[in-house]
T-cell receptor, first 111, second 110 residues
Framework: GAGVSQTPSNKVTEKGKYVELRCDPI?????LYWYRQSLGQGPEFLIY????????DSGLPNDRFFAVRPEGSVSTLKIQRTERGDSAVYLC?????????FGPGTRLTVL | RKEVEQDPGPFNVPEGATVAFNCTYS??????FFWYRQDCRKEPKLLMS???SGNEDGRFTAQLNRASQYISLLIRDSKLSDSATYLC???????????FGTGTSLTVIP
């Protein structure tokens, strides 16, 4: 069956611009997670959805970051006024019972 | 203090060798433990869960030591295809965050 998909696979933007990153979880998975991974580091938790609601957004670094999941399936991570330090791979994962299945990630580069 | 600490390596071992990775965690109330594998420029994939009694899956053995707050992964008879980064993952007693270590890089040399 289809796994987690993320679009775009690569995104290059300029400092100060707004970006949206999309995640399509595995069908039926109620939990959805966003992570950020910098080079040489493990994934860093950003936000967790259970259904439509953000159950835990404690990992969002500041108010420039926001995520939605309006229908309990697809999620969008939104970053306002991007900064060079936002450059990283943004990973999405979904799960039903424990194990998290990751998407291929979106590589964001802020110039 | 980081939630999860791992030796980043790199570990370079010959084919057929046995190699072990350790990972320590800071929260004694942590509930669940996993090892994920991540290939270069790919997403992490679950390798195995770690149970209190220890568990084995073929050439891979995972152990949990709650008293010392560490988990380990042992790989026997290393294959070239084992070359990857191995990520230690811990979940807290409350909340839904997965805490990842920085990963340990393994290269198996012919």
């Amino acid at each position: 069956g289809a796994g987690v998909s993320q679009t775009p696979s690569n995104k290059v933007t300029e400092k100060g611009k707004y970006v949206e990153l999309r995640c399509d979880p595995i069908s039926g998975h109620t939990a959805l997670y966003w992570y950020r991974q910098s080079l040489g580091q493990g994934p860093e938790f950003l936000i967790y959805f259970q259904g439509t609601g953000a159950a835990d957004d404690s990992g969002l670094p500041n108010d420039r970051f926001f995520a939605v999941r309006p229908e309990g399936s697809v999620s969008t991570l939104k970053i306002q006024r991007t900064e060079r330090g936002d450059s990283a791979v943004y990973l999405c994962a979904s799960s039903l019972y424990g194990e998290q299945f990751f998407g291929p990630g979106t590589r964001l580069t802020v110039l | 203090r980081k939630e999860v600490e791992q030796d980043p390596g790199p570990f370079n071992v010959p084919e057929g060798a046995t190699v072990a990775f350790n990972c320590t965690y800071s929260n004694s109330a942590s509930q669940s433990f996993f090892w994920y594998r991540q290939d270069c420029r790919k997403e992490p994939k679950l390798l195995m869960s770690v149970y209190s009694s220890g568990n084995e899956d073929g050439r891979f053995t995972a152990q949990l030591n709650r008293a010392s707050q560490y988990i380990s992964l042992l790989i026997r008879d290393s294959k070239l295809s084992d070359s990857a980064t191995y990520l230690c993952v811990v979940t807290p007693g409350t909340g839904n965050q997965f805490y990842f270590g920085t990963g340990t890089s393994l290269t198996v040399i012919p």
